[in-house]
Nanobody, 127 residues
Framework: QARLVESGGGLVQPGGSLRLSCAAS????????MAWYRQGSGKQRELVAA???????TYAASVKGRFAVSRDNAKNTVNLQMNSLKPEDTAVYYC?????????????????????WGQGTLVTVSS
């Protein structure tokens, strides 16, 4: 059973940095797009950053220039480096994987899981 596990959340002061990590475990051969979303208290879940298997990235306007997303295709991991954090960055951060081939046979036969979500990790930015 494929799943995603996030780590790295916590409490940080405004202006500080945190690095979130997400690892796919279980039966996973290849992942197309990977992304980070966040959901603040009383708010809708929003896209923070995304990265394709080829390394192309997309960022929300609110984090551009402060956050950086990266991935290791061989290890099926994705990271989010968050710098110059602000109180409004406080949220539960979720990792998402899109078009997941669980085995080589699935990959060559175009059989994919549509998406996987992690359980979320809380980031709190406060003095």
């Amino acid at each position: 059973q494929a799943r995603l596990v996030e780590s790295g959340g916590g409490l940080v002061q405004p202006g500080g940095s945190l690095r979130l990590s997400c690892a796919a475990s279980g039966t996973v051969f290849r992942i197309n797009n990977m992304a980070w979303y966040r959901q603040g208290s009383g708010k809708q879940r929003e896209l923070v950053a995304a990265i394709t298997s080829g390394g192309s990235t997309t960022y929300a306007a609110s984090v551009k220039g402060r956050f950086a997303v990266s991935r290791d295709n061989a290890k099926n991991t994705v990271n989010l480096q968050m710098n110059s954090l602000k109180p409004e960055d406080t949220a539960v951060y979720y990792c998402k994987a899109e078009r997941v081939a669980q085995t080589y046979a699935d990959y060559v036969n175009d059989r994919y899981l549509v998406e996987l979500w992690g359980q979320g990790t809380l980031v709190t930015v406060s003095s």
